[in-house]
């Protein structure tokens, strides 16, 4: 597992108790992983290793089924997203008028890669196929927020405002 998080695990007390609680609650029934699983990404942000271990311990279950189901379905994440998320469209219509160029300059300001976070848990970056907006190719978005027609020279005007 390649490390993509420079941000510490800051799990508190406070949800780890509730996991566990909602662990106890779900344990009996048939098919209570995934379910668990959801609604711990929904308490932490995401799924680290240490709240794998802590559904695997509260199910009796290996660390390795619950890493292999965290990693199997793709609505699951096991690293932290930033407070804001770039995504750059890597589709073909984007690719060929250079959002290829547009996401190695983000990497290279940001000093991270596809599917990290900054240390100071501002930024998160990671690459899709398609928004549906190739009219406007190349195209990111931040947190919902469409730049089209980049250049990687308008990168860092458009992270200096957020």
Request: net charge neutral; hydrophobic share 35%; with cysteine.
């Amino acid at each position: 597992m390649s490390l993509k998080s420079t941000v510490p695990f800051k799990g508190t007390k406070e949800q780890e108790q509730q996991l566990k609680a909602i662990i106890e609650a779900e344990k009996n029934n048939k098919g209570c992983l995934i379910p668990i699983m959801q609604k711990a990404q929904n308490i932490y942000g995401y799924l680290p290793i240490e709240v794998q271990k802590i559904i695997a311990e509260g199910l009796s279950i290996s660390l390795q089924e619950v890493y292999g189901v965290s990693t199997f379905y793709s609505f699951f994440s096991l690293y932290p997203k930033g407070e804001y998320q770039i995504s750059v469209c890597l589709g073909t219509a984007c690719y060929v008028k250079g959002s290829g160029d547009v996401f190695e300059k983000l990497q290279q300001v940001l000093g991270i890669k596809d599917g990290e976070c900054t240390a100071d848990g501002k930024f998160s970056i990671s690459a899709c196929r398609c928004i549906g907006a190739c009219g406007l190719a190349p195209v990111m978005t931040i947190n919902g927020d469409v730049y089209g027609r980049l250049t990687p020279n308008e990168v860092e005007g458009i992270l200096a405002k957020y």
